[in-house]
């Protein structure tokens, strides 16, 4: 991939997680809860953190998009619901990356009107300067600058997800 410059190598990636998953591990104590993973880009993430924290989880996905190439369209499509129910559970939602916030926002009511016993959010990446809507963002991996990622799960058209550090396109 052209102009792609390393943001985080993946030692500092992995230390970070670990530091995820200890601080979910405090808020759970006691509690089994249903992660649900957004696909495909937050897969990497999940594997990773679970792997990491001691809480007992069970495991759902969902697909949802609002990326064509490197822009967001602001339409959210539900490509993949939960296979289970989520009532009367504790859900953490795993998010490779938040900036507008929509579609974060969009899947949180979702489970909500699932009847969800809570609903929590768990981002890799959180580009805050992008933010459009209010979004609760319980646990944060690195907050980073405006930038297009690519790596560690983050793809431009499905290419680059496989890389084991997260980089950029330097323009």
Known sequence: MENLKVMYEEKEIQER????????DKDYVGKDIVVVSVLK???????????KM????????VQVS?????????????????D??????????VEDIVDTGHTLKFLKEYLISKKAKSVKIAVFMDKKERRQVDVDIDYTG??????FVVGYGFDVDEKGRNLPYVGYIDN
């Open 17 to 24: 997680i670990k530091e995820v998953a200890e601080e979910i």
């Open 142 to 147: 690195f907050v980073i600058p405006n930038k």
């Open 54 to 61: 001691k809480t007992p989880i069970e495991l759902e996905t």
């Open 41 to 51: 880009g937050a897969i990497f993430f999940t594997v990773d953190l679970v792997k």
């Open 84 to 93: 289970n129910s989520i009532e009367g559970r504790d859900v953490l939602i």
């Open 66 to 82: 609002s990326y064509q190439g490197t822009e967001s369209t602001g339409k959210i499509n539900m490509k993949k619901d939960l």
